[in-house]
């Protein structure tokens, strides 16, 4: 079994900042891609950023110059520093990723269950 427990969530003032981590376990050979979703309430989720194995990184346009996506190979752990909130980037944040649990299987998407960031006054 593979799994993504995010963390981080809760409530926040307008223009604060969040830290939302998000780590692997589990049987893992090797992860590709990692990134974070959002579905705000009465929306479809959405992509909020990826990075891949080597780092390389892609956000969402809203989002670019306020939140940073990050990783550290060795926890197997995917990390987004949100600055500047806005009360519209209220929502659940889902972790994905993909993951293969040895050489000989293909990369299995999984999802986290989700974290809640609430920006309010």
């Known amino acids: 079994q593979v799994q993504l427990v995010e963390s981080g969530g809760g409530l926040v003032q307008p223009g604060g900042s969040l830290r939302l981590s998000c780590a692997a376990s589990g049987t893992i050979f090797s992860i590709n891609v990692m990134g974070w979703y959002r579905q705000a309430p009465g929306k479809q989720r959405e992509l909020v950023a990826t990075?891949?194995?080597?780092?390389?990184?892609n956000y969402a346009y809203s989002m670019k110059g306020r939140f940073t996506i990050s990783r550290d190979t060795a926890k197997n752990t995917v990390y987004l520093q949100m600055n500047s909130l806005k009360p519209e980037d209220t929502a659940v944040y889902y972790c994905n990723s993909d993951i293969k649990r040895n050489r000989y299987e293909g990369y299995l998407e999984v999802w986290g269950q989700g974290t809640l960031v609430t920006v309010s006054s």
């Open positions: 990075i891949t194995a080597v780092g390389t990184t």
